[in-house]
């Protein structure tokens, strides 16, 4: 069974960084993986599929890349309302998530 | 618009079967290349998905949770629907519906329903 795992697990960053987090698997991977935010008491919204295809309505400074086990979202600009927790997801596993804090 | 709304009760004892209806409206369940199914999140923890089912009504679930999942469909409600059995207080979660595209891609949710298993 495929472990997702992520890095960091917290980060604190301030409106305007430049914001990349790890999701790692357990072994190589096809570039099925998605990325979701998730805000306190919200169900989660998805940004990225397929590693790097950005969801429609999803801002541009949202990009994802990556292949084999490793795979990075990329936030180029942090905006007040990015301040939330990341999964990464690849078929039935999800990731332990980033939580990104001012 | 999409929309998916989770009902059932919010507290089930030790040992019995949780029971979930996720109520679509705005599309149809028998689309085809979608996948209709269940989240969950423990209080405070990470996501887990559980399972689903399409319009063939086939159904897929989480290898772990297989034993003790059945998620099935109303068409005619344009609903489906989730059991868990034989619960344990841990999974007391939030438990989210959902469509998903195709390979997991979870393009619209539910707003949610908190369960908590307790006697």
């Known amino acids: 069974d495929i472990q997702l795992t992520q890095s960091p697990s917290s980060l604190s960053a301030s409106v305007g960084d430049r914001v990349t987090f790890t999701c790692r698997a357990s072994q190589s991977i096809s570039r099925s993986l998605n990325w979701y935010q998730q805000k306190p008491g919200k169900a989660p919204n998805l940004l990225i599929f397929?590693?790097?295809s950005l969801q429609s309505g999803v801002p541009s400074r949202f990009s994802g890349s990556g292949s084999g086990t490793d795979f990075t979202l990329t936030i180029t600009s942090l905006q007040p309302d990015d301040f939330a927790t990341y999964y990464c997801q690849l078929s039935h596993a999800f990731g332990p998530g980033t939580k990104v804090e001012i | 618009q999409l929309q998916l709304q989770e009902s059932g009760p919010g507290l089930v004892k030790p040992s019995e079967t949780l029971s979930l209806t996720c109520t679509v409206s705005?599309?149809?369940?028998?689309?085809?290349?979608?996948?209709w199914g269940w989240v969950r999140q423990p209080p405070g923890k990470g996501l887990e998905w559980i399972g689903s089912?399409?319009?063939?009504?086939?159904?897929y679930y989480k290898p772990s949770l297989k034993s003790r999942v059945t998620i099935s469909a109303d068409t005619s409600k344009n609903q489906f629907s989730l059991r868990l059995y034989s619960v344990t207080a841990a999974d007391t979660a939030v438990y989210f519906c959902?469509?998903?595209?195709?390979?997991?891609?979870?393009?619209?949710w539910g707003q949610g329903t908190l369960v908590t298993v307790s006697s």
């Open positions: 705005g599309g149809s369940i028998s689309s085809s290349g979608y996948y």
């Open positions: 397929g590693a790097s």
């Open positions: 089912i399409d319009n063939s009504r086939s159904t």
């Open positions: 959902a469509r998903d595209f195709g390979n997991h891609r979870i393009d619209c």
